[in-house]
């Protein structure tokens, strides 16, 4: 068990929907990543926060969001679905701050979202 | 961001040392090595890290060449439960920071 949380763990819905995908740091860690994992393009990065900014951006979609809240959780926004979102999506956390050049990530257990 | 090149499988013996190699001869100087590894669709598992020299805790232990161009892994004692795909990721490059490039990795199995 990393410490780290994601809810739900799986999720089914349609295209053309919009979801939300949680996830709690491990206590103390300030940096939450996403990072999204399909069959054909394996794990990716998608966006860093740290301590409630946005720090680093990757191969996140514009029809993508995420924030992190004040209690330092972080939420990952999904809208307009598509076949091909479907994926798994983890979150990761670190003590942060960028910079940092051997902070570790610990990653959650990992939300599987269908699109239908 | 450093290249890395690791057999895409591998199999062990349960109870011997499985030892997975990774080149990454690119890997600029103030970038870390790092291995994780993910067991099928859970999230991935950090084991270890380490920048020059040879590394060891409670999972593994890490052999990173002089030259820092390449490193291994070292399971010491594999168990049916290391059967996994193995990353080698350098960390620690310029803009990159902070994020992980997860390549292909190399598939371990390890068998009874």
């Known amino acids: 068990d990393s410490g780290v949380t994601q809810t739900p763990k799986h999720l089914i819905t349609a295209t053309g929907q919009r979801v939300t995908l949680r996830c709690s740091p491990r206590?103390?860690?300030?940096?939450v990543y996403w990072y999204q994992q399909s069959l054909d393009q394996g794990l990716q990065f998608l966006i860093q926060?740290?301590?409630?900014?946005?720090?680093a951006k990757g191969n996140i979609l514009e029809r993508f969001s995420a924030q992190q809240f004040p209690d330092l959780h972080s939420e990952l926004n999904l809208s307009s679905l598509e076949l091909g979102d479907s994926a798994l999506y983890f979150c990761?956390?670190?003590?942060?701050?960028?910079?940092?050049?051997?902070?570790?990530?610990?990653f959650g257990p990992g939300t599987r979202l269908t699109v239908l | 961001d450093a290249k890395t090149t690791q057999p895409p499988s591998m199999d062990c013996a349960e109870g011997r040392a499985a030892n997975l190699p990774c080149n990454h001869s690119?890997?600029?100087?103030?970038?870390?090595v790092y291995w994780y590894r993910q067991i099928h669709s859970q999230g991935p598992q950090y084991i270890i890290h380490?920048?020059?020299n040879n590394e060891t805790n409670e999972m593994a232990s890490l052999i990173i060449t002089e030259d820092r161009k390449s490193s291994t892994l070292i399971l010491p004692h594999a168990t049916l439960r290391d059967t996994a795909v193995y990353y080698c990721?350098?960390?620690?490059?310029?803009?990159?920071?902070?994020?992980?490039?997860f390549g292909r990795g190399t598939q371990l199995t390890v068998w009874p």
């Open positions: 990761a956390s670190s003590v942060g701050p960028p910079g940092v050049r051997s902070d570790t990530q610990y």
């Open positions: 206590s103390g860690d300030l940096s």
């Open positions: 926060y740290y301590n409630g900014e946005e720090r």
């Open positions: 690119t890997i600029s100087g103030n970038e870390y």
């Open positions: 380490g920048l020059k």
């Open positions: 990721i350098p960390v620690g490059g310029g803009s990159t920071l902070g994020r992980l490039y």
